[in-house]
């Protein structure tokens, strides 16, 4: 990666930590977000097709095109097209942010996202179990003891060893301060604080996804980024000089 895109994906970076530091301000804050509150589901669904056509965009076509694809139903998610290589790609929803996040609701936000099939097994579990009781209706904070409850137990396997996604998609909506934000890909291990990793550390292209390290959150994970320089059609990320 030249310089260049590294400093501007340095600077991104910042942005989108300090768009997604908010989350520090908690519950007491949530009131004064535009979105305190889940939304009519109707907003965020979408029809199957357009559905599976931005699921399929995490990655490229050599991976999504063989993947399950799963779609947004009343009650979670469900299998739309299944795939033959062990991948599954889904467009996430905002209540995948943690917990305090003040675009918790937002029903803009789309995440297209495809997990290789070690994140199938150990981290895509996640999703369905969050989904599932918050379209249910169930409080975020009984959701959280819920979770916590399925970690303690083990109904959940602990991520395995190479456990990782692609979110590349140049449609991607991660919210309205991150928006579009970058082509990366994500690797999952054991919560720690990246160090292991060379996260964050100057001249390095790994970061430590702030999305996921508050403590709030009950899945014991940690998500490391890793920026690309092209989107799954292949095309070119915008080089801004900084």
Same mark, same amino acid.
């Given at each position: 990666?030249?310089?260049?895109?590294?400093a501007s994906l340095a600077t991104r970076a910042l942005a989108l930590a300090a768009a997604l530091s908010l989350a520090g301000a908690g519950q007491a804050e949530e009131a004064k977000t535009p979105y305190p509150s889940m939304a009519p589901l109707a907003?965020?669904?979408?029809? /199957?097709?357009?559905?599976?056509?931005?699921?399929?965009?995490?990655?490229?076509? =050599?991976? =999504?095109? /063989?993947?399950? +694809?799963?779609?947004?139903k009343q009650h979670g998610y469900e299998t739309?097209?299944?795939?033959?290589?062990g991948f599954v790609c889904?467009?996430?929803?905002?209540?995948?942010?943690?917990?305090?996040?003040?675009?918790?609701w937002n029903p803009k936000m789309r995440g297209p996202i495809c997990f290789n099939p070690a994140a199938v097994r150990s981290?895509?579990?996640?999703?369905?179990?969050?989904?599932?009781?918050?379209?249910?209706?169930?409080?975020?904070a009984k959701v959280m003891e819920r979770i916590k409850e399925v970690v303690a137990k083990k109904e959940v396997p602990a991520v395995e060893a190479g456990a990782m996604c692609y979110m590349m998609s140049r449609e991607q909506n991660l919210g /309205?301060?991150?928006?579009?934000?970058?082509?990366?890909?994500?690797?999952?291990?054991?919560?720690?604080?990246? +160090?292991d990793w060379g996260a /964050?550390?100057?001249? =390095?292209? +790994?970061?430590?996804?702030?999305?996921?390290?508050?403590?709030?959150?009950p899945e014991p994970l940690i998500t490391i980024m890793v920026a690309v320089d092209k989107w799954s059609d292949g095309t070119l990320i915008p080089i801004h000089h900084q």
């Open positions: 990666m030249n310089r260049m895109i590294f907003q965020y669904l979408m029809t /199957d097709q357009a559905e599976i056509a931005l699921a399929r965009t995490a990655a490229p076509a =050599s991976i =999504s095109g /063989d993947a399950t +694809v799963l779609v947004l739309a097209v299944k795939g033959k290589n889904v467009v996430e929803r905002s209540w995948m942010a943690p917990f305090d996040w003040p675009e918790f981290v895509l579990p996640y999703t369905y179990k969050r989904t599932e009781m918050l379209l249910a209706g169930v409080p975020k /309205d301060a991150p928006g579009h934000w970058h082509p990366h890909l994500m690797f999952y291990g054991p919560r720690s604080d990246g +160090v /964050d550390l100057d001249g =390095s292209p +790994v970061m430590l996804n702030p999305q996921f390290q508050s403590l709030d959150d």
